[in-house]
């Protein structure tokens, strides 16, 4: 399901003509080329020009960071790990996040050797709370909101509902298109201020109720809920806004040699003496993550303190130009 957290893709094309064979001389590049040293556009993969993730290290885990590998979607960061039966399995990777902190976490398919009757699809995805355009505080906010949002040509089958998932609490949202007869159930948990989402289609409710029921094996940080996920324990606590205010003991502000004019969401993570441990860029060009980059090491903030002890803090910053809140025009193209 893509709402409104939903970002543009650009599809590039896997295959290309043979005609090109034909003429006296090769192409200068690109897939037509035949230079043995030309770079070849990649396959299986869904490609987007412009802004980019990227982090201050390659160590620390990435909400991004999840990969799908015998069977297993396993994301360090959420830690989570969802094992599939072999009838399943990921094509595309990408798109990169959003701007908004909407990510497409995975996208499953069934694999070849699929033998059901019915097929659907499996899509994980996040959305970062720190930095979402919806009016909602935490996941059951949000999936309540995609609901009162829904588009007419939807129909809700179940409205959402707490339910119990591998030990551990989800919200569960279900509606359909009477046109397609294609049916979306929605399982929603958070998870490190983010809301960690499961979406099956398919137009076999059956095969649906199966796939959830398989969900029972995946296993789950301890704090995950519709309205708990903020962190702590082995991981930094979430808190939104801590980079502002009195927070702050020393700031030096980013410079940056071209204006531009793209929003630059940032996660990073303070450590327990208040320095910048990690800079975590959702959304950025190279340019722009290394001016930020640079300042972000210089802050230095207020130590938080966790039963009068100090510990790692997680938060956001926005920089560059924000992205706009969504109109009442908007809401209404909500799963279309």
Known sequence: MYTKFSISLVLLALSVSLLARAQSAPQSGGDFSDNPQARKLPREAILVKGAWWGASDSVTALPEGGRMANNVYANPYFGLAYTLSPDWTEKYTGPPPSDSGYYVLAQIRPAETFKGTSRGTILITAQDLFFTLTPAGNALELINYTKDNLNTEYKVEQPPTLVRIA??????????????????????????????????????????????????????????????????????????????????????????????????????????????????????????????????????????????????????????????????????????
């Open 167 to 336: 030990s551990h609490s989800f919200v569960r949202f279900e509606y359909v298109s009477p046109v397609a007869e294609l049916h979306w159930y929605l399982l929603a948990t958070q998870i490190r201020c983010h809301m960690v989402q499961f979406v099956f289609t398919s137009r076999d409710t059956k095969l649906l109720e199966s796939l959830i029921r398989e969900m029972n094996k995946m296993s789950l940080p301890e704090e995950a809920g519709p309205i708990s996920g903020r962190g702590g324990g082995d991981v930094p606590v979430c808190i939104k806004d801590y980079a502002s205010g009195e927070s702050i003991r020393e700031r030096v502000d980013p410079v940056f040699a071209e204006r531009r004019f793209n929003p630059v969401p940032v996660r990073i993570i303070i450590d327990k003496e208040g320095k910048v441990k990690h800079v975590h860029f959702v959304s950025a060009f190279p340019d722009q993550a290394k001016a930020i980059t640079d300042a972000l090491l210089q802050w230095r903030f207020r130590p938080y303190l966790r039963d009068g002890k100090p510990v790692e803090v997680e938060t956001g910053i926005m920089f560059g130009r924000a992205p706009r809140q969504p109109t009442s025009s908007a809401a209404e193209a909500v799963n279309e």
